[in-house]
């Protein structure tokens, strides 16, 4: 039989992980009609609730299909994925959130495309019901953006519930660590066979959404760093801008001269005009150099601190 890899990263999700994996395993163990077995790769992201002790006690109670990650510390959603992505065995593997708005009906509807002969699946969300209406503006306004300034085109609404084969997981293994990313955009970068397979988000099963305003800036900052240098060439627009205003106030000042003003409100206003757009293109410059600096410090993505179930015969556990 086949293997699907059912990659799930988890921190502080004790409310609602039983449900999850009672739920989730359910379907996969519908899965064995089509020819699939299924495990779990759970990923604890350094979780300070019982979060940890509860996916210790599935992957006892179920050492079959439970395989467990412990991080010694909380590393990030991203990074928790990218461990997953390291020691999954399966020939198509699946990455879903442990609150099961990611339903995981679906499974049956990927493990078809995968027969189908696609190696990448992105499930692009239709209906969000708990997301609120700021939430859906700025993510709607974020893949405009990305696409506009991006040489590659992000599926919009596509969220970090997808499925790929082992060929794409080899690639992103072993071309793709950089320590500033963007999982589920490499995924559509890398080419292959693909697909999308269209979803509505359930209702969450308990907590709340671990994203801040906060994280979702940085991680929008983050993705547009990774896919675009087109920030960096704002300073050439910004300096041509400001040169064609600055000989706009020349011809002005010239054909007013018998009128012109005492010049201090043109002064003022035209420093504060040019020194705002040299911070901006200074900070613009500023993050690009904090992601080079991040991948120059070559820090571990993750570090692990206990395993459950994984025979490491190599680096990434294969």
Wanted: aromatic share 12%.
């Amino acid at each position: 039989m086949k293997l699907l890899s059912i990659v799930v990263s988890a921190y502080n999700e004790e409310a609602g992980l039983n449900e999850f994996y009672s739920v989730t395993k359910g379907y996969g163990e519908r899965l064995r009609e089509k020819g699939w077995n299924y495990e779990f790769v759970f990923v604890n992201d350094g979780s300070q609730d019982m979060t940890g002790d509860i996916l210790k006690g599935l992957s006892q109670d179920d050492p079959e299909h439970v395989k467990l990650i412990s991080f010694s510390r909380n590393f990030g959603h991203e990074a928790a994925m990218i461990a997953g992505l390291d020691y999954a065995s399966g020939d198509g593997i699946v990455f879903m959130d442990a609150d099961l708005q990611h339903p995981p009906e679906h499974l049956e509807k990927i493990v078809d495309a995968f027969e189908s002969g696609f190696n990448v699946i992105s499930m692009v969300r239709t209906k969000n019901e708990t997301a609120g209406i700021i939430k859906k503006i700025t993510s709607g306004g974020f893949y405009w953006f990305i696409n506009k300034v991006s040489d590659i085109y992000l599926e919009p609404n596509a969220s970090d519930f997808f499925a790929i084969t082992r060929v794409v997981q080899n690639v992103l293994k072993k071309n793709y660590r950089e320590k500033v990313r963007f999982l589920r955009g490499y995924v559509q970068n890398v080419g292959f066979r693909k697909t999308t397979i269209e979803y509505e988000a359930a209702p969450r099963v308990a907590g709340s959404s671990h994203y801040s305003i906060k994280k979702l800036f940085t991680f929008a900052m983050n993705t547009i760093m990774c896919f675009s240098n087109v920030p960096l060439k704002l300073g050439i627009f910004a300096g041509l801008s400001s040169g064609f205003l600055g000989l706009i106030l020349l011809i002005y000042t010239l054909c007013t001269h018998d009128k012109a003003p005492s010049g201090y409100a043109t002064i003022v206003v035209l420093l504060c005009f040019m020194f705002g757009v040299l911070f901006i293109v200074v900070g613009i410059i500023g993050e690009y150099i904090a992601v080079l600096f991040e991948e120059l410090k070559d820090r571990p993505l993750y570090i692990i601190e206990d395993m459950e179930n994984i025979d490491i015969n190599s680096e990434y556990g294969e």
